[in-house]
Structure formats: structure tokens, C-alpha cells
């Protein structure tokens, strides 16, 4: 059981790497006629069909930091993390029904234009060197630096400053040729993410049996798994005392600072989402240059996609607790972060290319995103509003290549030696904690614009700069300040000793302030805002099939609930 890739597993490897290189090029100079049209280059106008949306979504969506973050947190909490994966499902219906209608109505192309035209100019520059610093500095550079560390470690742990140039090349060779390589380059890297995964998933299943005396039998192997860690398997993380005591240890309040049971589903769980999956460039960027229809099947056959994830980021953590708890697992280094490379320690020769080739995928796609919508963000929110206004169609494209470029290498440049300290922390830690500060101020803003028709510029900026201060005030000082039981949180102790409130409720407070701030501003306003966006019943009516899918998926969701609780 080496870490280290084989023959078989490179050459699993360097063939995805021609097949998606060559599909990508194929893509390029069938699109090379409007290679000079901006819209074409930034969102693929009118050219992406409803299966391509929904495969960029989740490719763009799953990262290093699932594969090994999620992972991680399911080998630490169980089905809990599911959480994410599922409910993200529920906020992609949401977007698709409510948000999405909104942006196509008023040609809605990057999330800063929808501030100017809904509240003001300011609004929208400040917004967009905020995405731009935050999408360079915290998602693209947790991005590269967690895959590297990961491919790295199952390469033999020699070549992290090489793979980290190989994924930003690899990444670059795609998003130079604009969202449509982006988008139809993805369906193949979500095949590779989902086949890979599914299979890495079983593997670990299988080789449970076979430690527990069933044979290499992933049916047996999983029900070892619930019988083993019972714990592991329930929805809802009870709420410990504040102290330690026999019935509640350390382990199970650091449990419940990650994940506080009930709590989580009245507050932050919500606002991440909805923001991630409906006030995102990264994200909404592929539905913006649809028509409605194929939008909206695009983003709820990713919500399909979502239900599929936790068995392939969340089941590999689980099975490495259960052999890890009990003596079969050694090679298990890194604590619970390790958990994924450890099990794909069991993988046989060629199988764990494709697993590797299933995080490549799932890591090159993401850095190709982000890259894109960085370029569009940029191009047409700053560059032609303020540097070159009269930048033709050919001169936006070039400077959105120049965008690409530049990011790319100010990742490599930053994770070169970890100056940001993404190590210290863990990817998925450091992008929660930068984004999730800034969370509610920017949902409130971008909820309430969309339906309320009152609401100001004013409130606008107000919300988001109280947002941010309401978040470092209750995630960093409230303990202090106000004690540690009030009538709006309950703080725990950590085992450095210090108490926390938990980070969901932590943001849920932070929104529900940041929501009445707004508000109260608004209503010294106009009744109705002369920038408010017109709403009618028909932008949200829905076609048959669509509330089929829409059905489908809540009760699979149900059914899952049911089952876990």
C-alpha cells in the first residue's frame, strides 16, 4: 500500500489530460468566429446548453477542499456535513424559481453591474475590488495550494512547486478560451470527478468488509460503518453543556462549534448557501447568458449532481474513522484532513489514476472558474467603466486573457512558500473564515434588492460594512463583551479554554442585525426605490418538467432526512 502512483496511474492520468486538452481545443475553434465578441468570451451567450450549466456548476462547486475538507469533516462529524451538499440542493431550486428570473429580466451579466443598476455606482466598485481581492487572495490561492498539497502527497510528496505549476498551466490552457471551453470542458471534468469519486467510495466501503471479515463487500462494508459509529450517522448534533463532563466531552463540543444541531438549519447553513449558490460570480456567472428556461434546468440538474456529492467526499471520511478507530489505518497522517489520501492509500494500480485524475478534475476546474469570472469581474465592472471606456469587443477579450494570466500567477506567486498561511489554518478552514465574515452583509444587500422595492443604496452599504463588523463582533469578542449565555447564543469552551459561539449562529445573528439596520434605513426613504427592479407573477412561473425535477429532489432530500435524522 505505497502512496505512490504507478506506470498505470500516470498513464490513466496523462490520458484525461489529452482528452480534456483536446475537447477544450475542439470547443475554442468551433467558437474561434465570435472570438472576439466580449458577451461570447465572458458567458458564452446563448451558446451553453441546460446539461453544460449544470456540469460547470458542480465542477466549479467541488474542489481540494471537498475532496479533502469534507472528507475530513466526515471522518470528524459523520453525516452531518451531508448538510451542505443537500441543502445546497434546496438553495438551487431557490436561486432557479426566485433569484435567477431576476438577473435575465434586467440583463444581469456580473454581480456588480446588478448593484449599480440597483442601488449605485459606489456600490458596485466597492463590491468588485472586494470579489477581486477575495477570489485571487482566498479561493483561488486555498484553491491551488490545497490540491497541490494533496496530489502531492500521493505522488510521493518530492514535486509540490512542480503539480502546482501543473494545475495552473492546466487550468490556463482552459480558461483562455472563455466560459464556453470553461463550461463544455467541465462536463467531462464532472464525469471524471463523479465516476472517480463513486469508485473511490466503494474501494473504501469494500476494504471495510474485508477488515471486518466480509470479504470485499461494500453492502456489508457500509452497514460495518453504522454499526461501528453509530454517531456518525445522525443528521443532528445534539447541544452539549458548556462545560465538560461525563456526558459530554471536549470532542462533542468541538463537534458542535463546527456544526450546532437544529441551530444550523434556523441559521448560517441558509445564508451560505443562498449567497454561494445566488450572489456569486463564480457560480451564477454560467445561468447569466442563458435563455430562462435552459437556466433554470441547468442549475436544478446540478441540484441533482449535489445529492450524489457526500458519497463521494463525505463516505471516504467515515469508512477512514471506522478503520483508523480501530487499528487499520496507519498510514493515516494530518489528522482528519488526511482521511481522503489515506484511503486512497487501498486503491489498486490504475484506479487510483482515476481517483487522482478525479481530484485534478475536480481542482482544475474550479481554478479555470474562478479565473474566468475574476477576468469578467474585472474586464467589464473596472476596466471599461474606468481605464478604457471606449474598449472595443476585441480589446475586452484580450484584457480578460491579460486577467487570466496575472491571477494565475499571483496564485502561484502567493502558495509558492504559503505566504498566506493556508496551511496553518487548512483550506477549507481559511475560505470559511474570509468569506463567511462578509456573508451576510452582501446576501442582505443582494435579498432585499431583488424584493423590496424600498430598500436604498444607502441601506445598501450600510448593511455590508455592518455585516462584516457584526460578524467579527459575535465570531470574535461577544463572549467577552456580553457573556457566554444570553438570550441569543449560548458560548462553548474550547480546548485552548476560550469560549466560541457556534460559526453558523455566529452568522445568522449577524444577518438578522444587518436585515433590520437595512430596513430601518430604507424606511426613511421613498416607498418605492426609483432603481428598485420590476417583479411580475410571470417571471416565476414554472413549466411542468421543471416542477417535476423540483419535486423529485425535495422528496429524495426528504426521504434522505427521514432515514438519518
Not at 299 to 311: E, S, V
Not at 353 to 361: C, F, M, P, Q
Not at 421 to 436: A, L, N, S
Amino acid at each position: 500500500m505505497s502512496n505512490n502512483l504507478a506506470f498505470a496511474d500516470y498513464a490513466v492520468f496523462i490520458i484525461y489530460f489529452i482528452v480534456v486538452s483536446v475537447y477544450g481545443y475542439t470547443i475554442y475553434r468551433k467558437r474561434e468566429r465570435n472570438e472576439h465578441d466580449a458577451k461570447a468570451y465572458f458567458l458564452a451567450e446563448g451558446t451553453l446548453t441546460w446539461w453544460a450549466i449544470g456540469a460547470s456548476l458542480i465542477a466549479s462547486n467541488i474542489s481540494a477542499e471537498q475532496f479533502i475538507g469534507m472528507s475530513g469533516e466526515g471522518f470528524f462529524l459523520g453525516i452531518a456535513v451531508a448538510a451542505y451538499e443537500w441543502l445546497a440542493a434546496i438553495a438551487l431550486i431557490i436561486v432557479a424559481v426566485w433569484f435567477i428570473p431576476v438577473y435575465l429580466k434586467n440583463k444581469i451579466y456580473t454581480m456588480p453591474q446588478f448593484l449599480k443598476q440597483r442601488y449605485n455606482e459606489s456600490t458596485a466598485l466597492i463590491m468588485a475590488v472586494f470579489w477581486l481581492f477575495l477570489y485571487v487572495f482566498v479561493n483561488l490561492t486555498s484553491i491551488l495550494y490545497l490540491g497541490a498539497v494533496a496530489i502531492n502527497g500521493l505522488a510521493g510528496g518530492e514535486y509540490l512547486h512542480a503539480i502546482m505549476i501543473g494545475l495552473a498551466v492546466f487550468a490556463l490552457i482552459i480558461s483562455l478560451g472563455g466560459m464556453k471551453v470553461v463550461a463544455y470542458t467541465d462536463v467531462i471534468q464532472v464525469a471524471v470527478l463523479i465516476i472517480g469519486g463513486l469508485v473511490t467510495s466503494y474501494i473504501a466501503l469494500a476494504t471495510v468488509g474485508e477488515y471486518f471479515g466480509f470479504g470485499h463487500d461494500a453492502i456489508a462494508g457500509f452497514q460495518v460503518l453504522m454499526e461501528k459509529a453509530p454517531e456518525h450517522f445522525k443528521m443532528i448534533i445534539p447541544e452539549p453543556t458548556q462545560q465538560v463532563s461525563a456526558s459530554f466531552t471536549q470532542n462533542d463540543i468541538d463537534k458542535y462549534l463546527t456544526f450546532p444541531g437544529l441551530m444550523s438549519y434556523a441559521a448560517g447553513i441558509w445564508i451560505i448557501n443562498l449567497n454561494y449558490w445566488g450572489c456569486n460570480q463564480y457560480i451564477t456567472q454560467r445561468a447569466l447568458g442563458a435563455d430562462l428556461q435552459t437556466a433554470r434546468t441547468g442549475i436544478l440538474f446540478a441540484g441533482f449532481l449535489k445529492l450524489l456529492m457526500p458519497l463521494i467526499v463525505m463516505l471516504p471520511g467515515i469508512a477512514a474513522y471506522v478503520l483508523y478507530q480501530n487499528g487499520h489505518l496507519p498510514q493515516l497522517v494530518g489528522g482528519k484532513d488526511g482521511a481522503y489520501s489515506a484511503m486512497l492509500t487501498f486503491l489498486p494500480t490504475g484506479i487510483k489514476g482515476l481517483s487522482v485524475a478525479a481530484l485534478t478534475a475536480a481542482i482544475v476546474a474550479s481554478l479555470a472558474g474562478k479565473v474566468n469570472s475574476i477576468s469578467t469581474i474585472y474586464t467589464l465592472d473596472v476596466h471599461k467603466k474606468y481605464i478604457q471606456k471606449n474598449a472595443s469587443d476585441n480589446a475586452q477579450v484580450n484584457i480578460g486573457r491579460y486577467t487570466v494570466f496575472a491571477a494565475m500567477l499571483l496564485a502561484v506567486l502567493f502558495t509558492w512558500d504559503d505566504l498566506l498561511g493556508i496551511g496553518g489554518v487548512g483550506g477549507f478552514t481559511y475560505i470559511q473564515k474570509y468569506t463567511g465574515f462578509i456573508s451576510p452583509g452582501v446576501f442582505a444587500m443582494f435579498f432585499l434588492g431583488m424584493f423590496w422595492k424600498r430598500t436604498t443604496g444607502t441601506a445598501a452599504i450600510v448593511g455590508v460594512i455592518s455585516g462584516f463588523l457584526l460578524s467579527v463582533l459575535f465570531n470574535e469578542f461577544a463572549p467577552a463583551l456580553f457573556g457566554n449565555q444570553t438570550l441569543l447564543y449560548t458560548a462553548y469552551q474550547t480546548a485552548k479554554g476560550t469560549y466560541e459561539i457556534p460559526f453558523h449562529i455566529c452568522m445568522g445573528l449577524s444577518f438578522l442585525f444587518t436585515m433590520i439596520l437595512m430596513i430601518a434605513i430604507s424606511m426613511a426613504g421613498p416607498k418605492v426605490n426609483p432603481k428598485a427592479f420590476e417583479l411580475d407573477t410571470e417571471m416565476f412561473k414554472l413549466k411542468p418538467q421543471t416542477t417535476v425535477m423540483i419535486i423529485i429532489t425535495l422528496l429524495v432530500i426528504a426521504a434522505l432526512y427521514v432515514k438519518f435524522w
